[in-house]
């Protein structure tokens, strides 16, 4: 007895874990840096930790307000319909949910390459295929109209990331209008946000209150730090919102996650801190570190080394773990979260000793 031919299917690389790594070396974790995952290094906002603690006594029932009041928050902060707000366990749920909602066996999907693996994933889970267009190092992973229209054939569901992991490069909104008004009726445009607190760049959630082929995805993940709570949402167009009750895994985002997520909506001065600390470690990284970078709008920094996992790897020894890049098809290159001013200062200074020793070939492709 096996289960289904899963050869398609590549499995998710996370980045390392502190402990894991802290244990495989023999060391503690004091003394590693942590920036290979884009965690927010503030920790959780205070008072959805705080919300935790106080509704921790409540976990024998089924989260039923919690997610109710969370939706309410979430539509009039972006001024939708509640009907409109697809809470879900990390964005990554609402991609599943996007998928089950679109998807027949043998739709496609066209995803960027690199790209955020779970996309393709999500699609070949539901029986569907999966296209690529290309963002080209070259260009700095830029992000336009005709890049992705010149690949798409079609295809039901349409990934854009905006900004980019791993590049952090983002798409103009008139770019996704452009993208929307140029696919088929039946094509579903998805801009991923899951960055989107640390860009200067507008939502594309306008888009959605005024079309009907263009879904948005958020998470608490990353700016708001409760990347362990499994949280996020997608914002999706009218006539789409009664499929939720059809396509969502029951209770799936759960109590403490919802009443963690409302606290942090509140909190404005931990998000402001968390997008401010991130500003300015991408310019120090991007001013101090000795490899060429790429401007990003994200709270990470790609960095081109030459050979990713080597650099990744002594990096590793030299107490910071940064994300080795060949997974999204980018072996130049690693990918490093910004850090406290403290850890991200600590980390450049342990990271240009690695690099010395590993100079990228001149002709080393990314
Ligand atoms: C982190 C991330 C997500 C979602 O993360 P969740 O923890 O599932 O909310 C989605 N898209 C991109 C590009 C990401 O980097």
């Known amino acids: 007895m096996q289960p289904r031919d899963l050869s398609d299917h590549s499995p998710y690389v996370p980045g390392r874990g502190v402990e894991e790594v802290a244990r495989e070396l023999g060391i503690d974790r004091s003394a590693l840096i942590k920036l290979s995952s884009n965690e927010n290094p503030h920790g959780p906002s205070p008072a959805a930790v705080e919300a935790i603690r106080e509704h921790a006594d409540r976990v024998h029932q089924y989260p039923k307000s919690a ?56 699609a070949r889970y539901h029986h569907a295929t999966v ?39 983002t798409i103009p909104l008139e770019a996704v209008r452009t993208i929307a008004d140029a696919t088929a009726e039946e094509t ?25 082929d263009v879904a948005v995805l958020r998470t608490f993940s990353k700016a708001y730090g409760l990347a362990g709570l499994r949280i996020g949402y997608s914002v999706v167009p009218e006539a789409w919102g009664s499929a939720y009750a059809r396509v969502n895994t029951p209770f799936a985002a759960n109590e403490l996650a919802c009443r963690a997520a409302l606290a942090a909506l509140d909190d404005t001065d931990h998000v402001e801190k968390s997008v401010e600390t991130a500003r300015w470690a991408r310019e120090y990284m991007t001013d101090e570190l000795d490899a060429e970078t790429y401007p990003s709008a994200g709270n990470f920094v790609l960095a081109r080394v030459g050979d990713g996992s080597a650099v ?38 342990r990271l240009n000793r690695v690099l010395a020793e590993h100079e990228p070939e001149a002709e080393a492709d990314a």
């Not at 229209?149 to 490069?169: K, M």
């Open 312 to 349: 990744a790897e002594a990096a590793k020894h030299g107490g910071v773990i940064i994300r080795d890049c060949t997974s999204f098809g980018l072996p130049g290159c690693v990918r490093i979260s910004t850090g406290t001013r403290e850890d991200t200062r600590e980390a450049v200074t």
């Open 67 to 122: 997610h109710t009041d969370l939706t309410e928050r979430i539509a009039e902060e972006w001024n939708v319909d509640t009907e409109q707000v697809w809470v879900s366990p990390g964005a990554d749920g609402s991609i599943d949910y996007l998928s089950r909602a679109a998807l027949e066996p043998d739709d496609a999907v066209l995803v960027p390459s690199p790209g955020f693996a779970y996309y393709a994933m999500s």
């Open 188 to 212: 579903l445009v998805v801009v991923d946000e899951a960055y989107g607190e640390f860009a200067a760049v507008d939502s594309a959630i306008p888009l959605v209150r005024e079309r009907d």
């Open 131 to 169: 296209s690529e267009y290309t963002l080209s190092a070259a260009d700095g992973f830029t992000q336009d109209a005709e890049t992705v229209l010149s690949a798409y054939g079609g295809e039901r569901i349409v990934y854009l990331t905006s900004p980019h992991n791993p590049s952090g490069s």
